[in-house]
């Protein structure tokens, strides 16, 4: 069974930076895509950032491309999103997930992933 966990979450003025991570266990951490979703208040939960298995290909929503930056360390089992220059509209609950199955690249949907950690806030205060 996989679980996931994130960190790093909290409240950041407008500009600020955070950076969240995420540690996965009981998948084979390196065969598997990785993905940060977001939700805030009212609002559909969207993709955020992806990042295949070996790390050399990411994808981004438009929204974050340039702000953020997601990365991960197989050895440590842990996926992580960078976050600059943070916006009031960035607030939001942050979640990692793992890809359905093996060997692909990040992708921008839900049914994609089919582990999820149990989120972690953002606020970004104006």
């Known amino acids: 069974q996989v679980q996931l966990e994130e960190f790093g979450g909290g409240l950041v003025q407008a500009g600020g930076s955070l950076r969240l991570s995420c540690t996965a266990s009981?998948?084979?951490?390196?065969?598997?895509?990785m993905g940060w979703f977001r939700q805030a208040p009212g609002k559909e939960r969207e993709f955020v950032a992806g990042?295949?298995?070996?790390?050399?290909?990411?994808d981004y929503t438009d929204s974050v491309k340039g702000r953020f930056t997601i990365s991960r360390d197989n050895a440590k089992n842990t996926v992580f999103l960078q976050m600059s220059s943070l916006k009031p509209e960035d607030t939001a609950v942050y979640y990692c997930?793992?890809?359905?199955?093996?060997?692909?690249?990040?992708?921008?949907?839900?049914?994609?992933?089919?582990?999820w950690g149990q989120g972690t806030q953002v606020t970004v205060s104006s």
């Open positions: 009981g998948r084979t951490f390196s065969n598997y895509a």
């Open positions: 990042i295949s298995r070996s790390g050399r290909a990411t």
């Open positions: 997930a793992v890809a359905r199955t093996p060997f692909g690249v990040a992708r921008r949907t839900e049914n994609e992933y089919d582990a």
